[in-house]
C-alpha cells in the first residue's frame, strides 16, 4: 500500500466516524485520530470490524494490528500486488 492508499484510507475513515458521530450526537474533539483503533466502519452488529476494499470481508485483526492503514484483506492485497507486478 503506497501513501496515496493510506491517505485515502485515512480520510474515509475520518468522514465516516465523524457521520456516525454527529448522527449520534456526539462532539468530534479536534486530537481524535480515526486511527487509534477507535474508528469502525458502518454501525450495528459489525461495529468495530473493517472490511476489505475488494471482497468485502473482515480484514484480520491482526493485520490491523500491523498495519492500521490496510485496506484489503491479506488475500486479495497479494492479488494486488502480483497484479501489479505482473503488468
Same mark, same amino acid.
Given at each position: 500500500?503506497?501513501?496515496?492508499?493510506?491517505?485515502? $484510507?485515512?480520510?474515509?475513515?475520518?468522514?465516516? $466516524?465523524?457521520?456516525?458521530?454527529?448522527?449520534?450526537?456526539?462532539?468530534?474533539?479536534?486530537?481524535? @485520530? %480515526?486511527?487509534?483503533?477507535? $474508528?469502525? #466502519?458502518?454501525?450495528? %452488529?459489525? #461495529?468495530? *470490524? @473493517?472490511?476489505? *476494499?475488494?471482497?468485502? &470481508? &473482515? #480484514? &484480520?485483526? $491482526? @493485520?490491523?494490528?500491523? +498495519? %492500521?492503514?490496510?485496506?484489503?484483506? +491479506?488475500?486479495?492485497?497479494?492479488?494486488?500486488? *502480483? *497484479?501489479?507486478?505482473?503488468?
Amino acid at each position: 500500500m503506497d501513501v496515496f492508499d493510506q491517505a485515502q $484510507a485515512n480520510d474515509e475513515l475520518f468522514r465516516r $466516524a465523524a457521520l456516525s458521530r454527529h448522527f449520534s450526537g456526539q462532539r468530534i474533539s479536534h486530537c481524535e @485520530r %480515526p486511527m487509534s483503533g477507535q $474508528a469502525t #466502519i458502518g454501525s450495528g %452488529p459489525g #461495529i468495530g *470490524r @473493517r472490511v476489505c *476494499r475488494d471482497c468485502g &470481508e &473482515e #480484514i &484480520e485483526p $491482526a @493485520r490491523l494490528k500491523a +498495519l %492500521p492503514f490496510a485496506v484489503r484483506c +491479506l488475500d486479495c492485497q497479494t492479488k494486488k500486488e *502480483r *497484479r501489479e507486478r505482473n503488468g
